[in-house]
T-cell receptor
Framework: EDKVVQSPLSLVVHEGDTVTLNCSYE??????LLWYKQEKKAPTFLFML????IEKKSGRLSSILDKKELSSILNITATQTGDSAIYLC????????????FGQGTELSVKP | GAGVSQTPSNKVTEKGKYVELRCDPI?????LYWYRQSLGQGPEFLIY????????DSGLPNDRFFAVRPEGSVSTLKIQRTERGDSAVYLC???????????FGSGTRLTVV
C-alpha cells in the first residue's frame, strides 16, 4: 500500500530558528514529490521534486529529495511568525489518475 | 475563473440531513479531485474525475457519498444521511492533465451536529 509519513507531527520554535521537516514515502512507480503550505484551509504549492540530490530553493525555504533513502526534507531558515502553518508532503500516484497521497502534515508554530 | 472556487465555505448541518458541496475548477482543467481532511490529518483522496466521468471513486468511504460532474466543469459532492464522523474540511483540486500542476480550492468546512 502506498504510504507517505511526515515527522515531526508538530514543532514549536522561536523566530530566527532554522527548522527541518521530514517526509518519507513508500510508493510504487514513484516520479515526484510535492510540498505544500496550508494556512487556514487551502494548501498552497511550494516545491515539486523529481531528481535526487538537486535542491529547490525559494527565499528562506529549500527542499531536497533523496531517492535512495525514499525521503525528502524541507528546510526553513530564519523562521518568522508568518511561517506558522501546516506543511504537507504528497506523492502523486500517476497510474491512478495522479491522485495525491498525503502525509499527516507537520504543524509548525513560530513564536515571536 | 482565476482559481478553484468552493461553496459554501462553511456548512453546519444536523445529523441525518443531506448536503451538497460545490467545486468550480479552473477553466479548461480536465482533471478534478475531491479530498477530505479530518482534524490533525493530511487530506485523503475521495474521487477523481477526468472530464465528465468518475475515473476513480475508490476513496469514497461508503454509499452515502456520491459526486457528479455532468458537463465536465463544476462538480458536486453529495452526502446523504450525514453522520458526525463526516465532519471535516472537504477540498477540491483541479489540474490541466492528470498528475500535473494541482490547484486547490479553499475548501468547505462541514460540521455535522
Amino acid at each position: 500500500e502506498d504510504k507517505v509519513v511526515q515527522s515531526p507531527l508538530s514543532l514549536v520554535v522561536h523566530e530566527g530558528d532554522t527548522v527541518t521537516l521530514n517526509c518519507s514515502y513508500e510508493v510504487t512507480n514513484f516520479r515526484s514529490l510535492l510540498w505544500y503550505k496550508q494556512e487556514k484551509k487551502a494548501p498552497t504549492f511550494l516545491f515539486m521534486l523529481t531528481s535526487s540530490g538537486i535542491e529547490k530553493k525559494s527565499g528562506r525555504l529549500s527542499s531536497i529529495l533523496d531517492k535512495k533513502e525514499l525521503s525528502s526534507i524541507l528546510n526553513i531558515t530564519a523562521t518568522q511568525t508568518g511561517d506558522s502553518a501546516i506543511y504537507l508532503c504528497a506523492v502523486p500516484i500517476y497510474n491512478q489518475g495522479g491522485k495525491l497521497i498525503f502525509g499527516q502534515g507537520t504543524e509548525l508554530s513560530v513564536k515571536p | 475563473g482565476a482559481g478553484v472556487s468552493q461553496t459554501p465555505s462553511n456548512k453546519v448541518t444536523e445529523k441525518g440531513k443531506y448536503v451538497e458541496l460545490r467545486c468550480d475548477p479552473i477553466s479548461g482543467h480536465t482533471a478534478l479531485y475531491w479530498y477530505r481532511q479530518s482534524l490533525g490529518q493530511g487530506p485523503e483522496f475521495l474521487i477523481y474525475f477526468q472530464g465528465t466521468g468518475a475515473a476513480d471513486d475508490s476513496g469514497l468511504p461508503n454509499d452515502r457519498f456520491f459526486a457528479v460532474r455532468p458537463e465536465g466543469s463544476v462538480s458536486t459532492l453529495k452526502i446523504q444521511r450525514t453522520e458526525r464522523g463526516d465532519s471535516a474540511v472537504y477540498l477540491c483540486a483541479s489540474s490541466l492533465a492528470r498528475g500535473d500542476g494541482y490547484t486547490f480550492g479553499s475548501g468547505t468546512r462541514l460540521t455535522v451536529v
